[in-house]
């Protein structure tokens, strides 16, 4: 391959674009075809002397990768590669790529501090990884807020995927009322671009029917047999059974209660399915408090006064974190209390709690399976991964 430079990544014609954001564009591109193993970026002298820039002008690139979440750098270790997955820029000027290039639409994903772990980007990270061992470049088109202002307008968002030769798409689907995706549906078959929807659930198949054209194929996730083993542990001992969410997890809260009350009815559990009436997003600061709400809370404490051996099924990592945080702000017996989150994003583990992992390879694999069968020129086919549960608390309650 080349050497890359700067000028090849100056894609707006008749517009000067800085030199830190050149070599960014650049670095993007390098994150793609680094090896696994490399897990830090040159020095910022290296770099500088590389591709003959001033020091200055390194550090403010960088600094924008780390606002945007792509590496997290320390003074002590250098520049450590957060995700690897290229996104895509505004449309390119050189000649369209052929046969070498899928793309990837984001549409439930947001670049702030506390989502560069999110599974989201997980997902991301593996099937990037996934294609790029069979030599398909991975193209990422972030759909979502930080990027509408780019890709909000379709002939532009059709002019990089022509200009990329893209011509299969995976894209996780979303019901934002502010950007046009019946259109962008309908834009991608008149161009025939075949189109797979990767989704949690079963549910979501059901709610996303529309989303459906000729040829739509789609992955979906098992997590009810992973939640009803998980069940079957952590339940062991346990007086009261609940569900927490928040109202942002309502979407597919639901069936997972459903599956936690009808586990605790065949065990002669008192159940409850506790929904937090609000939500706020935490700020930077990494505080997770407002998952759920201290009304939820000294519910959950009121209806379970008179039990010991509580659990907690949480609709996801970051509410089971929020609800133990509000309970040990009131000062709560958390003793009595077990906790399982369904998400598995590395808060888990850092807590110490159990959780749900929907299994990112393995999802990662389905995806390619199913362009395999696009290359054969089989369309509409359907695929389902299972998650798994991660048991740390198999203990019996103390």
Not at 300 to 307: G, H, I
Request: charged share 30%.
């Amino acid at each position: 391959m080349p050497e890359r430079r700067l000028q090849d990544y100056h894609y707006e014609k008749g517009r000067f674009i800085p030199r830190y954001e050149l070599l960014k564009r650049l670095l993007l591109d390098e994150f793609s075809t680094m090896p696994p193993e490399q897990e830090f970026l040159p020095t910022q002298e290296e770099l500088a002397k590389r591709y003959e820039l001033s020091r200055n002008t390194v550090r403010r690139a960088l600094a924008k990768l780390q606002r945007d979440g792509y590496i997290q750098t320390s003074t002590k270790t250098g520049s450590r590669i957060l995700k690897r997955a290229v996104e895509a820029r505004r449309p390119v000027d050189s000649k369209p790529q052929t046969g070498s290039c899928i793309a990837l639409l984001l549409t439930n994903n947001c670049d702030d501090n506390l989502c560069r772990e999110d599974i989201r980007w997980q997902l991301v990270d593996e099937i990037e990884r996934t294609f790029q061992a069979h030599g398909i470049r991975l193209v990422v088109y972030n759909l979502r807020e930080n990027q509408w202002r780019t890709w909000n307008d379709l002939s532009q968002l059709l002019r990089s995927l022509r200009g990329n030769g893209i011509r299969w798409a995976a894209m996780r689907p979303n019901r934002n009322t502010l950007y046009p995706w019946q259109e962008l549906l309908e834009t991608l078959q008149k161009e025939k671009i075949a189109l797979t929807l990767y989704m949690q659930d079963t549910e979501e198949v059901m709610q996303f029917a529309d989303f459906f054209r000729p040829g739509t194929g789609f992955t979906v996730v098992n997590n009810h047999t992973a939640l009803l083993e998980a069940l079957h542990h952590l339940a062991d001992g346990a007086e009261h059974l609940v569900y927490t969410a928040n109202e942002s997890a309502a979407f597919f809260a639901d069936s997972r209660a459903q599956t936690c009350a009808d586990f605790a009815r065949t065990r002669n559990l008192p159940f409850d399915y506790l929904k937090s009436d609000f939500f706020i997003r935490p700020d930077n600061s990494g505080d997770l408090s407002g998952f759920i709400n201290s009304k939820t809370a000294r519910t959950l404490l009121k209806r379970t006064a008179r039990r010991s051996r509580i659990l907690c099924v949480c609709a996801n990592d970051e509410t089971a974190v929020s609800l133990r945080s509000r309970l040990r702000r009131m000062n709560a017996d958390l003793k009595k209390f077990r906790f399982l989150g369904c998400d598995n994003n590395g808060l888990s583990e850092a807590e110490g709690f159990s959780s749900i992992d929907f299994d990112s390879r393995a999802r990662a694999i389905a995806l390619y399976e199913l362009y395999q069968d696009f290359l054969e020129g089989v369309t509409g086919r359907c695929s389902m991964t299972f998650s798994r549960p991660v048991l740390r608390q198999i203990k019996s309650f103390i």
